[in-house]
């Protein structure tokens, strides 16, 4: 066993730790340079992201981020409740249905919807036969919205339905036999035992969501311009390293943030997968 955690330890500092330190001093090298050789020390680069331009992205990607993670709790939860209550046989068959699509490389999944909402894609085409459209259903926000909580929904329904399966039903029986009725013991029996699986739900769909570029870049075009897109164009067009680096590692800072708030009651078994 401690060979294996040597081995992961080992792997850990490579890929995770050295790239978290380069970005770290990235993010203080007030040089136009992206090598090392000219570093210059400086806070340059996180005084610029208070720039109001950058803020109000940064505002505008946190607002996607939430909602996108509302709508899949909202949608998620009743889905996760409603497949753990099947027959077992069943409720595997449909769980599958969640997981199927994980297989599949997320690029494509989002590419699937640019198929969909095109002004050529199928959904139109469907519309067509009925005399409505072309619709503009593409390069705006709903196009956005829908492919993040497309490809993020699996990450609510997942751990939310994980940490219902494993409620003990006699706590069920033992709240009916006290004289609760099926809304009362839903909600002040099931739902604060399902809290874990929400946590974690939560942190699962916000961390993605909103940092998130390839759904922006795909869905939204030029139109919808989130804080993904901007580190990802500081390293990909502007060369602009630092500056890239220091808006991630305000982005990093926030997401820990939303880790430590929804870090699950792991004695109680989580909703980790």
Same mark, same amino acid.
């Given at each position: ?12 500092? @490579? ?46 990607? @946190?607002? @996607? ?56 894609? @199928? ?151």
């Amino acid at each position: 066993m401690k060979k294996y955690a040597a081995m992961y330890g080992a792997w850990a500092l @490579v890929f995770i730790v050295f790239p978290l330190i380069l970005i770290f001093l990235y993010s203080f090298n007030g040089s136009a340079s992206m090598a090392f050789d000219n570093f210059e020390f400086s806070l340059a680069n996180y005084e610029a992201f208070f720039n109001p331009l950058y803020l109000k992205i940064f505002v505008n990607s @946190v607002a @996607v981020a939430l909602i996108s993670t509302v709508v899949c709790l909202a949608i998620g939860y009743p889905v996760a409740y409603t497949i753990a209550n099947m027959a077992p046989s069943l409720r595997q068959n449909v769980i599958l249905l969640f997981i199927i699509p994980m297989w599949m490389n997320f690029l494509l999944r989002t590419y699937a919807w640019m198929a969909i909402l095109g002004n050529n894609g @199928v959904l139109n085409r469907a519309l067509g036969l009925l005399g409505i459209g072309p619709l503009d259903l593409m390069y705006n926000m709903n196009a956005v919205m829908i492919g993040m909580i497309y490809n993020f929904l699996p990450f609510m329904v997942l751990p939310i339905y994980t940490v219902l399966l494993k409620i003990d039903p006699k706590l069920i029986e033992a709240a009916k036999d006290l004289g609760a009725n099926g809304r009362e013991t839903f909600w002040r029996v099931i739902v604060p035992l399902s809290l874990p699986g929400v946590y974690t739900g939560i942190t699962m769909v916000f961390i993605p969501a909103i940092s998130t570029f390839v759904i922006s870049n795909l869905l939204g075009g030029k139109n919808i311009y989130l804080i993904g897109n901007l580190i990802d164009q500081q390293f990909s067009f502007a060369g602009n390293w630092g500056f890239g680096s220091a808006v991630a590692m305000i982005l990093i800072f926030i997401l820990l943030v939303a880790l430590f708030f929804g870090n699950t009651d792991k004695e109680n078994g989580g909703g980790v997968l």
